[in-house]
């Protein structure tokens, strides 16, 4: 059981763009919902994250939107630079687990120059 | 960066054989895991602890065994390592879930090649 969706599995932009990646869980105990950015060659590194008091979450050019009753999130970054080539996982975790996260299988972002 | 130290970085190994994966953390932070990350699966929790001599299984348990006699060390064991097992093998450190928001700072990874 995948208990949280992602997609795209990849995606390419240009320079500037905004690239969008979207998750989705099915338990509804979960309450803790960050972004890990991984580069080659190293571990994860938490990008931001989000709890469901709130609907949306900016921390510079990343933006997290948050929508409880469709059990979905997101993650926008605006005006994307080569520098954010990396791959991406949303995950989720909360309900008497919180100490346990549950990721997504991640999507592997290409901003070309 | 946390202080976590992973080991051996890179291991070839044969099927049958026993493996151990040593995660040592500088930063007496409670909680500590053990995930395995492949191609079109993502992150896959295996075993993780909340204090010495206190672990319990992920969703991926099954061919491995942890053991943390140490705050600050959790090895990871594959008692006869299969092909299925090659993978790259993350720690990750967790000071308090409540205090952290759940933060996961992540070691740099073993890559394992079973042949």
């Known amino acids: 059981q995948q208990q949280v969706k992602q997609s795209p599995q990849s995606l390419i932009v240009q320079k500037g763009g905004i690239p969008i990646i979207n998750c989705a869980y099915e338990?509804?105990?979960?309450?803790?919902f960050p972004w890990y950015q991984q580069f080659p060659g190293k571990g994860p590194a938490l990008l931001i994250a989000?709890?469901?008091?709130?609907s949306e979450k900016k921390e510079g050019r990343f933006t997290i939107s948050f929508n409880k009753s469709a059990k979905q999130f997101s993650l926008h970054i605006m005006d994307s630079q080569p520098g954010d080539s990396a791959t991406y996982f949303c995950?989720?975790?909360?309900?008497?687990?919180?100490?346990?996260?549950?990721f997504g299988k991640g999507t592997l972002l290409t901003v070309n120059p | 960066d946390a202080g976590i130290t992973q080991s051996p970085r890179h291991k070839v190994t044969e099927t049958g054989t026993p493996v151990t994966l040593r995660c040592h953390q500088t930063?007496?932070?409670?909680?500590m895991y053990w995930y395995r990350q492949d191609p079109g699966h993502g992150l896959r929790l295996i075993h993780y602890?909340?204090?010495?001599?206190?672990?319990d299984k992920g969703e991926v348990s099954d061919g491995y065994s942890v053991s943390r006699s140490k705050t600050e060390d959790f090895l990871l064991t594959l008692e006869s390592a299969t092909s299925s097992q090659t993978s790259v093998y993350f720690c990750?450190?967790?000071?308090?879930?409540?205090?952290?928001?759940?933060?996961?700072?992540f070691g740099e990874g073993s890559r394992l090649t079973v042949l």
């Open positions: 990750a450190i967790s000071e308090s879930p409540d205090r952290s928001g759940g933060q996961l700072f």
């Open positions: 338990n509804t105990a979960f309450d803790y």
């Open positions: 989000i709890r469901p008091d709130v």
């Open positions: 995950a989720a975790s909360g309900g008497g687990s919180n100490y346990k996260l549950t």
């Open positions: 930063e007496n932070h409670r909680y």
């Open positions: 602890s909340y204090g010495v001599k206190d672990t």
